[in-house]
C-alpha cells in the first residue's frame, strides 16, 4: 500500500504514520513542516490551504489511499478534492462526533450514522474560514460541511470516520487531565444537573481503525467509539478510584466531558464491517495514569 497522509504530526495522527509504516505502507505525510515526520517516511512540506503549493509538493505521486487528518472546513475539503482528483482512488476524511452535537438531547438513544446525512447539508463556501477563530468556533459545523461537500463533489471514493473523544496516550488537549488534577487536588468539578453519556475511544485503538478503514472496501460514514458510554460522574468515579480520591462535583458550570444532551454514538457498523472496539474499561485507567504523569 503507498498511503498519504495529510497532518497527522502529532497525537494519535503520529501513532496513525508510525502504524502504517511499521506494517510495510509507503507512507507520505503532507504539513508545513512544523514537527518532523517519523523516520522511514516521505515528508512533503506544504500549507494544505495553498492549492498550489500543495499541487506543486505532491508532484506527479500516486496514492492508494489518502488519510485527511486536518480537514476542517468545506474550503479545504473542496482544495483536497481538486487536488487529489487523478491521485488516488480512496479518501478518508478524520472527522468527529462533533456532527452530532445539534442532534443531542437529554435521554437520546446513542447515535447511529444515519442521524446525519452529509448529501443533504448546507454548504457555505463563503463564511470565514480563512479564521482560525472561525473555525474553532465552529468546529462542528465545519467538520459537518467538510464531509457535504466531499459527499456531493469527491471524485474518489470517500470514508468519513466519526471519531468520538479521543482519550490515552500524549493527549495535548488537556480534557482528561482536568479531571485527573481536580479531583487528585480535592477540588470539586463542575457537572450539569442531569449530565448525559458520552462516547470515548483510545488513541492507540483510533489510530489502529483509522488504517482498518483506509485500506478496507466499505465507503460513507462510520463511527469510531469504544463500548460502554460513561458520563461524567461516571468518568469522575473512575479517575477517583485510579487515584485514590473521592471526587467533588459541583452541579452547576460544566467542564470538558458534561454534556446536556447525548453524545453516545451506536459502532454497529463498524462491527458489521468487521472492526471490533475495545470497551471504556479496557484502557480507562491506563489513559488516567498517562494524564498524570
Avoid at 496513525?16 to 509507503?26: H, P, S, T, V
Avoid at 492507540?204 to 469510531?224: K, Q
Avoid at 467533588?248 to 453516545?264: D, K, M, T
Wanted: with cysteine; glycine share 10%.
Amino acid at each position: 500500500m503507498d498511503v498519504c497522509v495529510i497532518g497527522g504530526s502529532r497525537y494519535f495522527g503520529r501513532r496513525l504514520i508510525e502504524g502504517l509504516r511499521d506494517a510495510g505502507a509507503a507512507v507520505t505525510v503532507v504539513n508545513r513542516g512544523s514537527i518532523p515526520a517519523p523516520e522511514g517516511v516521505t515528508h512533503l512540506r506544504a500549507d494544505r490551504d495553498d492549492e498550489a503549493a500543495l499541487r506543486a509538493a505532491l508532484g506527479d505521486r500516486r496514492f492508494d489511499a489518502v488519510i485527511d487528518q486536518v480537514c476542517y472546513t468545506p474550503v479545504q475539503a473542496a482544495i483536497a478534492a481538486r487536488v487529489f482528483a487523478d491521485r488516488t482512488p480512496r479518501y478518508l476524511l478524520t472527522s468527529t462526533v462533533e456532527v452530532y452535537a445539534e442532534l443531542a438531547r437529554p435521554g437520546g438513544p446513542a447515535l447511529a450514522e444515519s442521524a446525519f446525512d452529509p448529501a443533504t447539508h448546507p454548504v457555505d463556501l463563503s463564511l470565514p474560514w480563512a479564521s482560525q477563530e472561525f473555525r474553532s468556533d465552529h468546529y462542528g459545523e465545519g467538520k459537518r460541511q467538510a464531509e457535504a461537500l466531499l459527499t456531493r463533489e469527491a471524485p474518489f471514493e470517500l470514508v468519513t470516520v466519526r471519531t468520538a473523544h479521543v482519550l490515552g496516550g500524549a493527549d495535548f488537549t488537556g480534557r482528561l487531565a482536568h479531571y485527573v488534577e481536580r479531583i487528585g487536588q480535592g477540588r470539586p468539578v463542575g457537572v450539569h444537573a442531569d449530565p448525559q453519556p458520552a462516547s470515548f475511544v483510545q488513541e492507540a485503538e483510533i489510530a489502529r481503525f483509522l488504517a482498518w478503514a483506509a485500506t478496507a472496501e466499505f465507503t460513507g460514514p462510520v463511527n469510531a467509539a469504544s463500548q460502554g458510554a460513561l458520563d461524567v460522574r461516571e468518568l469522575c468515579a473512575a479517575v477517583g478510584r485510579v487515584l485514590g480520591a473521592e471526587p467533588r462535583l459541583a452541579v452547576g458550570a460544566g467542564s470538558p466531558f458534561s454534556f446536556a444532551g447525548c453524545y453516545a454514538v451506536d459502532t454497529t457498523r463498524a462491527a458489521a464491517l468487521g472492526f471490533g472496539f475495545s470497551t471504556v474499561a479496557d484502557w480507562l485507567p491506563q489513559a488516567v495514569e498517562e494524564a498524570r504523569s
